[in-house]
T-cell receptor, first 114, second 112 residues
Framework: DTAVSQTPKYLVTQMGNDKSIKCEQN?????MYWYKQDSKKFLKIMFS???????INETVPNRFSPKSPDKAHLNLHINSLELGDSAVYFC?????????????FGDGTRLSIL | GESVGLHLPTLSVQEGDNSIINCAYS??????FIWYKQESGKGPQFIID?????DKRQGQRVTVLLNKTVKHLSLQIAATQPGDSAVYFC???????????FGRGTSLIVHP
């Protein structure tokens, strides 16, 4: 059973379009995250939600808007896509906001902007 | 600013050898460390963690060593197998923060 699942796995679209990535976790975790991984494999936190509430919003363009309809889902909507948005986006979850807990990651969504 | 980094971006080993992946961290306030494995096309997968009140922790074929004096973390993989080929990340957390800071990653290549 997939613990953290993201859709779609691949997303190819043109500059200027709007797209969404969905994430669901079936682990019963309270906290969810979005990360961006660049071509050099560097993982950068974008957002974190705890029980549907935004708790971390790193320096991310406001074209990126996360939405959490319930604590098992954290979707990412991106407006006016730019070439620099090309990357792999990972959703993750953890039990709660506790410090000493690993995160569980989805398999990523590879976004390519033409 | 504070950062977590890796000494070797690529490590090539023969099947059956032991592998050691190193990680340097600069934030002396870090108190929790995690190693992740990322296979091609997959997300990072938790391998092992260690708290700052320990200097060694063992799992199945893996051992994590923490040297707080020199702010160094290592992951040892015994009897490395082709399935161990992946990118390995260390991550740290500091007191008061629950978002880990990830290092740059080391690519481990295991030759049969």
């Amino acid at each position: 059973d997939t613990a953290v699942s993201q859709t779609p796995k691949y997303l190819v679209t043109q500059m200027g379009n709007d797209k969404s990535i969905k994430c669901e976790q079936n682990l019963g975790h309270d906290t969810m995250y979005w990360y961006k991984q660049d071509s050099k494999k560097f993982l950068k936190i974008m957002f974190s939600y705890n029980n549907k509430e935004l708790i971390i919003n790193e320096t991310v363009p406001n074209r990126f808007s996360p939405k959490s309809p319930d604590k098992a889902h954290l979707n990412l909507h991106i407006n006016s896509l730019e070439l620099g948005d090309s990357a792999v986006y990972f959703c993750a979850s953890s039990q709660d906001q506790g410090r000493n807990q690993p995160q569980h990651f989805g398999d990523g969504t590879r976004l390519s902007i033409l | 600013g504070e950062s977590v980094g890796l000494h070797l971006p690529t490590l090539s080993v023969q099947e059956g050898d032991n592998s050691i992946i190193n990680c340097a961290y600069s934030n002396s306030a870090s108190d929790y460390f995690i190693w992740y494995k990322q296979e091609s096309g997959k997300g990072p997968q938790f391998i092992i963690d260690i708290r700052s009140n320990m200097d060694k922790r063992q799992g199945q074929r893996v051992t994590v060593l923490l040297n707080k004096t020199v702010k160094h973390l290592s992951l040892q993989i015994a009897a490395t197998q082709p399935g161990d080929s992946a990118v390995y990340f260390c991550a740290e957390k500091t007191g008061g923060s629950y978002i880990p800071t990830f290092g740059r990653g080391t690519s481990l290549i295991v030759h049969p």
